[in-house]
């Protein structure tokens, strides 16, 4: 499973935005690994630098210099729609009789091929594949007088997942989809004001948390202070990824009051009263289930160890491994230690099970490094159903659960047993409201119309 796109806007005249925007994006590199680019405004000109690779490869001191300004907005990008090049990296920058404006997204519009065709037949043309291009779009196609206006616009002509920043000449606009599948939140800094995907971005700046961003909600920023606009017919239905809370979100991050660390604790533990066993030791697979590894300890009584060693660098470089390093496949990832492992019992706590490809992998990895046994325990439900709404989890021919039962995938991946965590143990363990969330992979029970849905490279035959 990849992560979604990570976003970053600031408002703070007399402040240096574009080294805050970098050190924001640099601590949400976790949501997006493709691409990394900031967008600055001084009043007058919008400025804009993109680049293919991490954030300390996108950027330099150089770079930064040029980006000056009072305004900024920054995002990383891991593709959920359209391809990844650098045409389709962000902020995106669209111009019209309204004037500039530059955008970033996080999520997926399941609409955006029958917008962009609606678009295009008004003589808009594109230049990317994204459906981040599209929503550019549908806002400076609105007739309406006001920012604020289009943009509400767009949103009652948008179906899907959509967190944004974006930023005209002189103002900052944070949005988020009226079902709030994506994270979104507000801080305040001396001086002015910072939107981020995840908290963990306003801790690594100074920044004071203040709140999550409403499902629905345009808050705007500018010179006057911080406005709020709410669609008074928005419906009360919510559809909050879970995934936030069991893979996508940093640890030390809030998201609806909860912290990430405490839900995932929460998770191990209990997956050690649903599924209890005796056994030696305890591993979680690193980094993602390290948190849920130890709840399950604690719970359990049964002793944490770091069995598994994660190379946290693997992926993250242009340079393709030759033949045989590729052959090794998850060893790059992962190593194993023999002397914690040897004729132990284990209990391997991990997120979540997709394809099932990586998994036996790791198990065959532990059980070379000397392990008796291995009992699987895993956060996340059986994952049955694609998601349309911005993870690149899989198609459902691919997902190892729509068509095994739980002792054929124990048996597929190698383990002596395996146990998934139910929905209500899910549910209990992030301690908040169920309707709250989206459960959609694990019950078929979408938000959206999912015959509305396309895979991640729908819009690319639609490429002038």
Known sequence: MQECCALFGVYAPGEDVSRLTFFGLYSLQHRGQESSGIATSDGEHIRVHTKMGLVAQAFDEEVLSHLCGDIAIGHNRYSTTGSSHAGNAQPIIVDGPSGK??????????????????????????????????IAYLILSSTSKTWNERIQYAMSRL????????????????????????????????????????SCALDHIGAQFLRDVEPGEIVSIDSKGMRSYKDKRNNAKRGLCIFEYIYFARPDSMIEGRRIYSAREAMGARLAREHPVDADIVIGVPDSATTAGIGYSQESGIPFTEGLLKNRYVGRTFIEPDQRIRELGVQLKFNPMPERLEGKSVVLVDDSIV??????????????????????????????????????????????????????????????????????????????????????????????????????????????
């Open 101 to 134: 404006l530059a955008l970033g997204h996080n999520g997926n519009i399941v609409n955006a091929k029958e917008l962009r065709q609606q678009l295009e037949e008004q003589g808009y043309s594109f230049a990317t594949t994204t459906d981040s291009e599209i």
């Open 159 to 198: 179906v899907g997942a959509y967190s944004l920043v974006l930023m005209t000449d002189d103002t900052l606009y944070g949005v988020r989809d009226p079902l709030g599948v994506r994270p979104l939140c507000l801080g305040r800094l001396d001086g002015g004001w910072v939107l981020a995907s995840e």
């Open 355 to 464: 394809r099932g490809t990586t998994t036996p992998r790791v198990i065959a990895l532990l059980r070379r490094g000397g392990v008796k046994e291995v009992h699987m325990r895993v956060c996340a439900p059986p994952i049955r159903y694609p998601c349309f709404l911005g993870v690149d989890m899989a198609s459902s021919w691919e997902l190892i659960a729509a068509y095994k039962e739980v002792p054929e995938i124990a048996r597929y991946i190698g383990a002596d047993t395996l146990g998934y965590m139910s929905i209500e143990g899910l549910i209990e363990a992030v301690a908040l409201p169920k309707e709250l969330f989206c459960l959609a992979c694990f019950t078929g029970d979408y938000p959206v119309p999912v015959q509305l849905g396309m895979d991640k490279l729908s819009l690319e035959s639609l490429k002038g």
